[in-house]
C-alpha cells in the first residue's frame, strides 16, 4: 500500500449550520452528489455532534452561515460551546481531522463570514489541516459565484482524501431559447424575466444535477392525531412539546397600532399573556420567537395549482423515505413517525416565499412536460443564467408565481416539500421588563412593492413592450399578526434568550448610550422599566447617565413610544433623548455626540435595529467619534491603543480595533436582524 492509499479514508461527514436555510440545503446537496459519486457520506447539523462522535470523524466538509451580528446559527450553539472547552483544554484534540469549510455570509454586514473563519482558526489551534481552501460566499453579491466552483473544487481533490464505495456518473448538459412570463392569478405575482441569452447557446452549461426523490407521502385511513383547541394558531406537531426551551402557546391580550395612517409603515405593539411560562427566565433584551404559517390564501391557490383537492390535502399520511440510504431533510424527518396532511405541510413545515434556489429550480426543470419550460429553468440553475437567476431572486417570487411562469410544470406535493426550505419561526425583541409577566413586542407590517421592467422595452419600440410593472410583496409573519391583532388567540412561542450579552447590567451605574432607531428602539423600553425599578427600589446610589438615540421618518406619523420616552426622560431615568426624523423639514439637526462619555467614562453601548444598513453605519460613526475625540485629546489616545498612529492620533483602523475590542470586552453590544 503506498503512503497516500494509506492516508485516504472511507467516510465522509457533511455537517452544517443554518440559521435561514441556505447552508441547510447547499450542504444537503454536497450530501447527495457526494453519495452519488460513490462516497460513503453522512449529513448532519452541527448540534448532532455528540450523536454521530464528531471528535472521532477524520474527514469532514463544514457548511456553515453567520447571523446576528457575526454569530453562528442558533443550530450550532451546543457544538459551539464543547469545541471551545476542547480546544481549550487539548491543542492536539484534532490532529486526526481533515477539513473543508464553506462559508456563507453577507458583505453587507461588519463580521463577514465569521462562523467559518472563527472555525477555521479553532480547528487550525487544535491540530486539525484543512485539506482545501475555505469558501467564503457572499449573499449579497450572489452565493453561487464562490458556492460552485468550490464545490467543483472540492470533487476534485476529494479522491486523495477519501476513498470512494464505488465510482460516480457525470453531469449532462441541454439546449435552449428565449420568452416573457405569463401572469398568474390574484395570490401569484406576474414575473418578468429576460430569456433572451437562451437563444445564443448551443447547450446549457453548469446546471446543478437534479437532486434525488427522498420521499414519498404514504397516505393511510389508520392514522390519527388529536385535534387543536380551536383558538390556538399553530403548527399542530408543535403544540404538545414540552421541556427547556420548548415553544408554548400565549394569548395575544392586546395589540394597537402605533403609528398614524399617514406613516409609511404600520406598527403594531402587542402584548401576549404567557400564562405563567417563561417565569424568572427571561430579562429585558431578550428575544422571543413566533411560530407563523404561510398564508391560507397562498396554500389555498398553490393546493390547487398542484392538482390537490381540499379532501386529499386534508387526509393524514406519513413521510416515508424512498430510499433508505439517503436521509430526508431534518425538516421532514419527524413526519416518518408523526402523522401530517400535504395541506398542514403547506402550511407550516415549508417556506412558499424563501428566495429560489438553484436545486429547487433543477428539479422543477425535470416536472415540466414542454421543453422550452424544462430549458428556461434548466437555463435559471445554470452557470449562464446567473443574470437571470439574480433577477428572478429580485422579483422575490412565491413557489406558485414561479408555477404559474413555468405551466407545465407538474410538480407533485410530495416532491415540492422535499425541494423547499423549511419554514423558520420569526424573532422579536421583548420590549417589557420580567416584572409585567407579559411579552410586548413592536412589529413593522412587512409590505412592499417591486418594479418591474420589461427587459424586451425599447425608446424607439413601446408597442411591443410590457409596460414597467409593480410586484406586491408581503411577509410571512407580521401580516398574519396583524390579521390576529383584534381576534382572541393564542399563537405558539418560544424564549430566544439573548446568548450575547444584549442586557443592561443589573445595579450598575455605569454610562448607558442605547441607538434604537424604528423598532430597534424595542429593547430599550425594557431596559428603561428595568432601570426605573432599580432607582425606585434604590438600588442605584445615584441615577446612572443614558442616553437614547431615536430616529424615524416623521415626528407626527412613526414616532415610536413617544410618551414612555418622554416620560422616562422628564422623570430622568433617560438622562438624554436624541431624536431625528429623517423626513421633515430641518431635519438635518445635529446632536451631540457622547465622546466623553465613550472614551473617559467607559459607557456601555448598546445598537439594536437593521443589520445591513444602520448597524454598519453606527460601527462606523462610533470609529469616527474615536478618531475626532483622539484629535483633541493626544493623551486619551494612550488609553485607547498601545500605539499610536504615525502621526501620534488614531487612525480610523485603529479605531475600528478598539470597537471589535469593546465588543469583545460586552461594552459595546448589537443586536442586529434583517
Ligand atoms: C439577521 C441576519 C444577520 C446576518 N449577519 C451576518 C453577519 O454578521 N456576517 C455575515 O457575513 N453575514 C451575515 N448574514 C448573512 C447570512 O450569513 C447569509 O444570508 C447566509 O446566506 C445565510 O445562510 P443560512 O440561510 O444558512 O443561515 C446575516 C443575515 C441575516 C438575515
Keep these: 500500500m503506498t503512503e497516500q492509499a494509506a492516508f485516504v479514508d472511507s467516510s465522509l461527514a457533511i455537517l452544517y449550520a443554518s440559521q435561514t436555510g441556505n447552508a441547510e440545503s447547499i450542504s444537503y446537496n454536497i450530501y447527495e452528489e457526494a453519495v452519488k459519486r460513490g462516497y460513503a457520506a453522512t449529513w448532519h447539523v452541527l448540534d448532532d ?206 395589540a394597537q397600532l402605533i403609528t398614524s395612517p399617514e406613516a409609511l409603515k404600520r406598527t403594531w405593539l402587542m402584548d401576549l399573556d404567557l400564562d405563567g411560562h417563561a417565569h424568572g427566565q427571561w430579562q429585558a433584551g431578550d428575544a422571543f420567537n413566533v411560530y407563523a404559517p404561510n398564508s391560507a390564501e397562498l396554500v389555498a391557490a398553490l393546493l390547487a395549482r398542484l392538482g390537490v383537492s381540499a379532501e386529499e390535502a386534508a387526509r393524514l399520511a406519513l413521510v416515508e423515505p424512498v430510499d433508505p440510504k439517503l436521509a430526508l431533510p431534518a425538516h421532514l424527518q419527524r413526519f416518518t413517525a408523526e402523522p401530517v396532511s400535504i395541506c398542514d405541510l403547506l402550511t407550516w413545515a415549508v417556506d412558499l416565499s424563501a428566495a429560489p434556489r438553484k436545486q429547487t429550480l433543477r428539479a422543477l426543470a425535470d416536472c415540466c412536460a414542454e421543453t422550452a419550460d424544462r430549458d428556461r429553468l434548466l437555463f435559471l440553475s445554470s452557470r449562464q443564467g446567473v443574470q437571470t437567476f439574480n433577477e428572478l431572486r429580485r422579483q422575490a417570487p412565491t413557489v406558485l408565481d414561479i408555477l404559474h411562469a413555468f405551466a407545465s410544470c407538474s410538480v407533485t406535493a410530495g416532491r415540492l416539500v422535499e425541494i423547499l426550505p423549511a419554514l423558520q419561526p420569526r424573532s422579536y425583541s421583548i420590549c417589557s421588563a420580567p416584572k409585567d409577566e407579559r411579552w410586548r413586542f413592536a412589529f413593522n407590517v412587512v409590505e412592499y412593492s417591486l418594479e418591474v421592467v420589461d427587459p424586451f422595452s425599447t425608446a424607439e419600440d413601446s408597442s411591443t413592450s410590457l409596460a414597467p410593472a409593480k410586484i406586491n410583496r408581503k411577509g410571512i409573519c407580521t401580516p398574519w399578526l396583524e390579521e390576529l391583532a383584534k381576534k382572541d388567540k393564542r399563537i405558539l412561542v418560544a424564549l430566544r434568550p439573548n446568548i450575547n450579552g444584549f442586557r443592561l447590567p443589573e445595579a450598575e451605574t455605569r454610562p448607558v448610550i442605547m441607538v434604537g432607531p424604528g423598532t430597534g428602539v424595542a429593547p430599550f423600553i425594557g431596559f428603561l422599566q428595568q432601570r426605573e425599578q432599580e432607582i425606585q427600589e434604590g438600588r442605584l446610589g445615584e441615577k446612572p447617565f443614558a442616553w437614547l438615540f431615536f430616529g424615524c421618518r416623521h415626528y407626527a406619523y412613526d414616532y415610536l413610544f413617544q410618551s414612555e420616552l418622554e416620560d422616562m426622560h422628564a422623570k430622568q431615568v433617560l438622562t438624554r433623548l436624541s431624536t431625528c426624523f429623517s423626513r421633515d423639514a430641518g431635519a438635518r439637526e445635529r446632536f451631540g455626540v457622547p465622546r466623553y462619555l465613550l472614551v473617559e467614562k467607559d459607557a456601555m453601548v448598546f445598537v439594536c435595529g437593521d443589520a445591513k444598513g444602520m448597524g454598519k453605519d453606527v460601527n462606523e460613526a462610533l470609529a469616527e467619534i474615536l478618531v475626532r475625540y483622539a484629535e483633541k485629546h493626544p493623551e486619551a489616545v494612550e488609553k485607547l491603543v498601545e500605539a499610536p498612529a504615525e502621526e501620534g492620533g488614531l487612525s480610523k483602523v485603529q479605531a475600528l480595533q478598539v470597537l471589535m475590542l469593546w465588543a469583545k470586552q460586552k461594552r459595546y453590544l448589537r443586536d442586529l436582524w434583517a
Design 49 to 254: 455532534h455528540e450523536k454521530l462522535g464528531f471528535n472521532s470523524l477524520r474527514t469532514v466538509v463544514f457548511v456553515v452561515s453567520t447571523t446576528g451580528d457575526g454569530d453562528p446559527p442558533d443550530n450550532s450553539t451546543k457544538f459551539w460551546r464543547v469545541l471551545r472547552k476542547t480546544t481549550r483544554s487539548n491543542k492536539t484534540a484534532y490532529t486526526h481531522l481533515r477539513y473543508a469549510i464553506l462559508g456563507l455570509g453577507d458583505t453587507n454586514y461588519s463580521n463577514f463570514c465569521n462562523t467559518a473563519q472563527r472555525l477555521d482558526k479553532q480547528l487550525q489551534a487544535a491540530g486539525a489541516h484543512a485539506f482545501y481552501p475555505k469558501g467564503l460566499a457572499d449573499d449579497g453579491t450572489g452565493l453561487e459565484e464562490t458556492v460552485e466552483p468550490w464545490i467543483d473544487g472540492l470533487w476534485a481533490v476529494l479522491p486523495a482524501v477519501v476513498q470512494r464505495e464505488t465510482e460516480g456518473v457525470d453531469e449532462a448538459t441541454e439546449a435552449i431559447e428565449r420568452m416573457a412570463i405569463e401572469p398568474a392569478n390574484d395570490v401569484s405575482q406576474q414575473l418578468v424575466l429576460d430569456f433572451t441569452m437562451l437563444a445564443d447557446l448551443k447547450a446549457i452549461t453548469g446546471a446543478p444535477r437534479a437532486p434525488a426523490a427522498l420521499c414519498r407521502i404514504a397516505h393511510s385511513e389508520d392514522l390519527a392525531r388529536g385535534s387543536l383547541p380551536p383558538d390556538l394558531v399553530c403548527p399542530p406537531w408543535l403544540a404538545a412539546q414540552t421541556g427547556e426551551g420548548a415553544p408554548f402557546a400565549a394569548r395575544i391580550a392586546s
